[in-house]
Each structure stands twice: as C-alpha cells, then as structure tokens.
C-alpha cells in the first residue's frame, strides 16, 4: 500500500534529520528505508533528505516563486528596484561633491546640501527623486556607491619628527584618555611633510589644527619645520578661527617645543601640553586629519619650491571653507570591550559648522559671522576650484619632472 503526499511528508520530516547526522554506511540503510515507504526514486529521495527545509526561488513571468524543499510553495512577487538609474546619478553627483564620504555620513547632510545645490543650478531634482534622496538610508547609499568606491585608495607614509629640546620638561604630558574638553578651543596640532620620500634639501609642510570638540580644522602650508615659519602659520590660523584657542597640544618637534611658542602660550594664557614620544595616539585627533583632509587632497608628492607653497595655500583656502561647513563627522562616543570584540558608538553626523553653531560658549557674533558666510558659499564650486588645483599640483610636478629629466642628459 503506497502512501498518500501528507504521508510521504511527515515520513520525510521524521526521517531527514537522522539522514543529515548518520555516516555514510548508515545513510544507504536510512534511504533503503525511506524509498520503500515512499516509493520514490532512490536519487530523488537522497536529494530530498539532502535539502530538506532548504529555499531557493525560481523566477516565472515576472515573479518570484519560492520552494521550499519538503513543504509547499510559496509564490513572491517580484519588486522593483526604488532607487532607479536617474536617482543613482544625481545620488553619484551629490557623493562626489561631498568628498566621496560614507553612507553614515553623507544620509544625514542630505537635508542640508540638496537645497543648497538646488539654489545653485548644480543638480535639477523633480518631487520624487527629491524625496527619494531625503529617505534613502545609509546601507543603500553604500550599496549603489559600491563600485565608485574602488577608485580611490592612498598609501601610507613615514613621520619625519625630530626631538624637541630640553624645554619639552617643562611642558606638562597629556594623553589621549585626558582629552575630554567638550568645550571649543582645546585643539591639536602637527606637521605634514611633502617630501615624497626623499627628506635631502627642503621642501613644503603643512600646519594642520584641529579642534577636539567641534572638529573645526584649519590648514597652513609653510616652507620648512623653521620655527618663525610655524609660529607665524599658528597666527594666521588663530585668526581664521571661530572661537579663542585656549589649549595647544603638540607632538615632541622641536618645530614646537620651543622658547617662542612656550612664550607666546604663556603671555595669552594658553595651556600648552605635549604628547608622549612615539605615542601617536596621544594625537589621534590631528593625526587623523593629517590623511582626511592633507594627505586626501595634497597626496604624497615632493612640493619643494615657491609656486608649489602658493598653490598649497590657495588650495586651504578653499578646502577650509569646503571641510569645516559641508563635510559632517562623526566622534566617538563610547567604546566597548567585549572579549576581544570592540563596540564603538558614534554621535549624530554634523559638520564642524554646526557643532560651532550648537556650542554655547561662542559668542552669538561670532556665530551670526558663520551663518551669513555658509548662506553664500556653493560645495559644489568649491569643489571644482579644490579639483583644478589639484590638477595645477600634478601638471607642474610634471613639469619639474621634465626639467629634471633634461638636466640630466
């Protein structure tokens, strides 16, 4: 007498899982079994105690149809994708324009930089797109954006910092667990050298100041490590800045541990402070801006002579305004230590202008400057002057190859 389908079901559902576990002499007793009650054949019945409980789907006229091996079938309409090709072009132009950042972070700005390149013609956005790009999650930004990604990668390069001198004993050592200052003015900061390897003669660096609680970062090439050029950077920063510095942590250089910026942080009341030696995460504030925002944009060429200094400074000049009122950030929170698993939470992305904005230690004046010159500014014509200049760094780096090339032959 042969079973019915419900039969041969709950046969199956009762059998396969002592099929799975068993070892292969056992198996050929258990299929025996199996296909003279069933009556299947010998290579079907294998393959379903094999794939019991196992789905995999099959696409007919437009839909998906689910089956599910040892218990019904399930159809599953096929949905189309939301985020279409004309969405996935302007979201590409958008990322571009906000410096090719992460899903996290470029979501949230969305709000903000879409009206803004509305105003200024950059992007043409009917009523759905424009809501489509409002809603659209990080995960999905990360996803259409996957292949893009590939293109842009940087390599690593090595510290050039000498020992400062004796006077570092006299300024205090603070380290990265004592940074807490939720405060604006407390900042980092540290050298870049443009040396592409080759430390012989003289070439550019750059000043690089960040604030450890707006993230506010300021930028200032300078022709060598000489203490008069780095002092009068620092000055030239100090008035670009949005609030007062009230705190100076540096590395061991002796660029900055010297009489010069030991005085000037003594007569202004600056608490100036050092890192430990060869403890770059004393720093990890500055040091991270050192690739974000110098090595991102200046790269890793040799920039040794004057025409190379301005147009590094020219480059600054917009990339402070682009970084600091258009890229958000996101600072660590909390981290965790399970085992050997780290559980990091970060806050909401904002830019540095905003954090600005939400302090209430800057004076309202200073915040009334900022809003007015944000209601001006286009990241996507800042942009284009970052690029051409980019290009201008590159394309007289060949000159100087070329030079270079003639002189030896």
């Known amino acids: 007498m042969s079973l019915n389908l419900k039969e041969r079901t709950m046969v199956t559902k009762e059998i396969y899982g002592r099929y799975q576990r068993a070892r292969k002499k056992d198996k050929i007793t258990i299929l025996d079994e199996f296909c003279n009650l069933t009556k299947y054949n010998r290579s079907y019945a294998s393959y379903i105690l094999r794939n019991y409980g196992r789905k995999f789907y099959l696409r007919k006229d437009g839909e998906l149809i689910a089956v599910l091996i040892g218990g019904p079938t399930k159809s599953k309409k096929y949905k189309p994708k939301l985020y279409n090709g004309t969405t996935i072009n302007v979201l590409k132009k958008i990322w571009y324009i906000c410096d090719c950042i992460c899903g996290k972070r470029l ?50 390069h090595k510290s050039r910092t000498k020992p400062g001198t004796l006077l570092k004993h006299q300024i205090p050592i603070r380290t990265f667990s004592e940074w807490n200052d939720k405060r604006p003015g407390f900042v980092e900061m540290d050298l870049v050298g443009h040396d592409n390897g080759n430390i012989q003669g003289e070439y550019a660096q750059t000043l690089d100041l960040t604030d450890i609680a707006t993230t506010w970062t300021e930028t200032q090439a300078v022709r060598n490590k000489a203490q008069v050029w780095v002092f009068e950077a620092l000055e030239h920063i100090r008035k670009q800045l949005p609030f007062d510095i009230l705190g100076i942590d540096s590395d061991n250089g002796s660029e900055f541990i010297n009489d010069h910026l030991f005085s000037f942080c003594t007569n202004n009341k600056i ?121 201008e760094l590159i394309n007289y780096q060949k000159v100087k190859r070329n030079k270079n090339i003639c002189v030896l032959h």
Do not use: W
Not at 318 to 339: C, E, S
Not at 341 to 358: A, E, F, S
């Open 107 to 156: 979501a949230p700005a969305m709000k903000d930089v879409i009206p803004i390149l509305e105003k200024y013609e950059e992007i043409v956005l009917n009523n759905k797109t424009r809501q489509l790009l409002f809603a659209i999650s990080p995960a999905t930004i990360d996803r259409a954006l996957k292949e893009e990604r590939k293109k842009y990668i940087l390599k690593v």
């Open 271 to 391: 608490t100036f402070t050092r890192s430990r030696a060869y403890r770059k995460n004393d720093n990890c504030f500055v040091e991270q801006k050192n690739y974000s925002i110098v090595r991102r944009y200046t790269g890793y060429l040799r920039y040794d002579t004057e025409k190379e200094l301005n147009l590094l400074n020219e480059l600054y000049k917009y990339l402070r305004l682009y970084t600091n009122f258009f890229l958000p950030t996101m600072k660590l929170i909390v981290k965790t230590h399970i085992g050997s698993k780290i559980i990091k939470k970060y806050d909401k992305p904002k830019t540095p202008y905003q954090r600005v904005l939400d302090s209430p230690s800057i004076p309202e004046d200073n915040k009334n400057k900022l809003v007015k010159q944000y209601k001006n500014l286009n990241p996507a014509e800042l942009k284009r002057q970052i690029d051409a200049l980019q290009r």
